[in-house]
């Protein structure tokens, strides 16, 4: 199954990264390189992720990579939605697409 990026969820990613960055580039680099590894697998196994709490519908799953959330969409794809601090209650609204 193709996993494919929203253009939102790239943006939280270069944000998210940038802001580690800024103390520690190093770092930066090995949590977007495991991020996108983690992703990369839900082309194989796209029900890995569990389903997210907030949303009655199991086609939205997450995983979780160190202390963030990635939510994704399984279709006929497998759709990166959001990437989100894992403390960060989702509104309803971010996962209308």
């Not at 944000?15 to 992703?39: C, F, G, H, M, R």
């Not at 997450?62 to 959330?69: F, L, S």
Request: charged letters at 30%; a positive charge; proline letters at 4%.
């Amino acid at each position: 199954m193709k996993v494919v990026w929203s253009k939102r969820a790239g943006t939280d990613l270069d944000e998210i990264a940038q802001y580690i960055a800024q103390d520690k580039p190093l770092a930066a680099a090995n949590w977007v390189a495991e991020l996108l590894s983690s992703t990369r697998r839900l082309a194989d196994f796209p029900y890995s992720g569990q389903q997210v709490p907030e949303k009655a519908d199991p086609q939205y799953r997450e995983i979780i990579v160190g202390t963030y959330r990635v939510i994704y969409r399984v279709t006929t794809q497998v759709e990166v939605l959001l990437v989100r601090r894992a403390t960060r209650l989702l509104r309803q609204e971010e996962l209308e697409t």
